[in-house]
Each structure stands twice: as structure tokens, then as C-alpha cells.
């Protein structure tokens, strides 16, 4: 779901899921929401909990319901965690909610920092990050895989954000040294899409390559 | 909207809208909804209605209000109709629902042949294409323009299916020369994707560039 920067994101965002990624108005820091609560990780490397007057320019959330669960039992990294998902995936041609509840031996996570105008493109944003590293860490791993065609409208591929088992502190995962944990998946066949109807989104080029500038960020 | 090859079309499709455009299993023709009824132009160009067992692996439809009307006084062909319209939409970063009812000194549509196994590309199989002619024809042009983002999963910019003024013909629209008509615009913000989760798409490769693809066969 994409919301308005003018939403109202917390009854949108909520009627819409209890579980998601996304990040909230000037992207200030990474959005995670788990069990219905809605979580704000700021440059800090806190998880805030979301007010409710705050919105949010883009975000994906869902109704999280676990069709399969798997045991992951020997250790692996962000990109032997994506292939095994890879392999227990029932198509590459659908949408999935990935959850896993793990210890981690290594994870590191960034959150982006507010922006003011006038706004850059989210490759320049980005560059700014903020980086964290936790190490021996319980917690979980929120996100989404979504197919190659969806290129211009989300992230293809995975995109996992992070926050730790008593709630407090996450972000955005760019590596990760998985101990063991459970992953479940939620297959979803129906993608809801909402634009916003107010705000600069009807002026703003969007013409380029989600998927380029993706590569250049999301790493 | 996009629905399973095997979903039951008339009323999953109906559901979602009383306007619209798309396919049939098969690709056997083009698809036209106008005024909640659905109509099925063959190859021999004739419109016939959808009985209820149909099915439709592709098609997008919306519950059609027009937001903006537009006298068209001047003759234009269909490359000026689109520019017309282009401006005068708020956004191009929106969705649009078009509606035209019109005279036409000249209209050239075209309906796709029902497919066999093994199943070819799109580009191949309206290669096969049959092509039909109109002069001094009254009817109505229904389709959407989709903003360039979306290119991986609908046509993007404009894409229209013809049919006359007394529901009896038409297709996909090539070409034509509007005399003059009324334009409607139904201004959408949200869009809802339906996945098939049965039959072949799970294992359909459908990483390649549709709007390539699209460019060669939708002129």
C-alpha cells in the first residue's frame, strides 16, 4: 500500500495491516509494524512507537497470516536466507509476507534521515544513512518479497527491516549472520494499491527506473 | 484488475467493475464492458455478449464515474485525441478511466485469435491478428491510461477497445479519426491487483520487459 504524504496514516495504514515496512513523512527513519503495533526507527537506532497524528508517503502492509512456517536450522546469511526462501517460495510470481524470528550472531541495519526540502532523489537521501551493527541478537525480520514485474511500483525482491525481540531498536537489514529461527510466509495473489491525491506526488517525475535506483539503495 | 485464467469471470469481473477492457482464455478477442454490460469482438469483428461461464486471464475494469467532461469540436486522429487528453489531466502519475462517445470519419481496430498450446509470446500471437475497418461510424472508445510506472504490470499510456453505437462491432483500437464527441475522465487513485493462484501462472517466466513487448504489439 502506498498512502498519502497528506493520510492520515495510522487508521489508513492500520485498516490496511498489522504487519508491514515502509517509512514515514521527509523519510524519517525505517517504518516496521509487527502484531499491529507500529514501530518508528529513527537515525538512533530506537524503535519509537508511531503516534497517531503521523503519516506516511509509502509503506506495505498486509493482514499477516502465516501459510507455511519452516525451521531454519544451520546458519546462513541475507543472501543464503533469500535463496532458501527462494526454494520454499510456491511461485516467483506472487507476492509474499516473510517474518522470521531468529538469534542472530551478526545483523547490520541502517535508518535514513529526515529530509528537508529541497528533497533528492532517494539514492542522495540515502547516502546520508545511518548504519548500526548488533551482534548475538534475538528479534525479528519483517518484510515482503515481491515479484520482478512490480518493478516500478515496490521494491522487487526482498525488502526486510529489523527490530530487536524486546522491541526497542531495528532498522533496515543490509547483512545478517542468521543462528537459527522460524521463517513464515504469507502468500498473497491480491496487491491493493493507493496514491496520493494531494500533496506534490501529481507533479513529481516518475517516469525513471524504480528497479536502478533500488539496486543503489537497498544494498 | 487481473484474474485467473480459472476464476469464474462474470462475477469476480462484474464485482470489480461495470467498465473496462481486456481478453478471454486464449486470448480469444478483445474484451469490452460498458454500462455493465460485457461483450466478447471476435474475429470476425462482431460484439458478442459474455455469457457467464466465460473466464478472463487479463482485464481492467472499474466502476466508471465521470470525474471530468470534455466537448471535442475539432477533428482529431488518435495520436491528437491523446495528447487532448493528456492535456487535461491532473496528474499523469494517476490512473484513468476514458470514455469517449463519438463520430468517426475513420476508425481501424483489430481482435486477436484464440490461442493453442503450446502458448507463443504476445507479440507473436497478434501477429495473427485480424484487422477490421470503420467509416463514418457513431460508438464509444473505453479504456484506461496507466502512468509509466506500472509498465510491468498493465500496458502503459493509453490503451482503448472500440465499439459502435448499437453494440453490434469493434476491437482493440489502431487508429482512427474522431469527427467530434464527448471525452469522460474517471480519475482513479487506487489500483487493485487480483493474481491468479491456480493454473499456469505460477510458473510462467514473466521477468521480461512488458512495455517492450507492449510497444510492438499495441500499435
Known amino acids: 500500500m502506498i498512502a498519502s504524504e497528506e493520510g492520515d496514516f495510522p487508521p489508513s495504514c492500520k485498516t490496511h495491516g498489522d504487519f508491514g515496512i515502509g517509512t514515514f513523512d521527509r523519510l524519517d527513519g525505517e517504518m516496521l509494524a509487527l502484531d499491529g503495533n507500529y514501530y518508528q526507527i529513527k ?57 522470521v524470528d531468529g538469534n542472530f550472531t551478526y545483523l547490520k541495519a541502517r535508518s535514513a534521515p529526515k529530509q528537508g526540502k529541497p528533497y533528492r532523489k532517494l539514492a542522495y537521501a540515502v547516502s546520508n544513512q545511518t548504519v548500526f551493527e548488533f551482534e548475538n541478537i534475538s528479534g525479528t525480520l519483517a518484510g515482503f518479497r515481491t515479484p520482478d514485474y512490480v518493478n516500478g511500483i515496490n521494491v522487487p525482491g526482498y525488502h526486510l527491516h529489523f527490530i530487536t525481540a524486546n522491541r526497542s531498536a531495528g532498522g533496515h537489514v543490509l547483512e545478517l549472520e542468521l543462528e537459527n529461527g522460524t521463517a513464515a510466509l504469507d502468500t498473497t495473489s491480491a496487491f491493493f494499491m493507493e496514491l496520493p491525491t494531494s500533496g506534490n506526488f501529481s507533479k513529481v517525475e516518475l517516469g525513471q527506473d524504480l528497479k536502478a535506483e533500488m539496486e543503489t539503495v537497498e544494498k
Do not use: W
Open 43 to 99: 537515525t538512533d537506532g530506537i524503535a519509537y512507537p508511531v503516534s497517531g497524528n503521523m503519516t506516511t508517503p509509502f509503506a506495505t502492509v498486509t493482514h499477516f497470516e502465516a501459510d507455511e512456517n519452516f525451521r531454519v536450522e544451520k546458519p546462513m546469511n541475507l543472501t543464503e536466507l533469500e535463496q532458501y526462501l527462494d526454494r520454499n517460495l510456491p511461485s516467483e510470481n506472487l507476492f509474499y509476507a516473510i517474518k
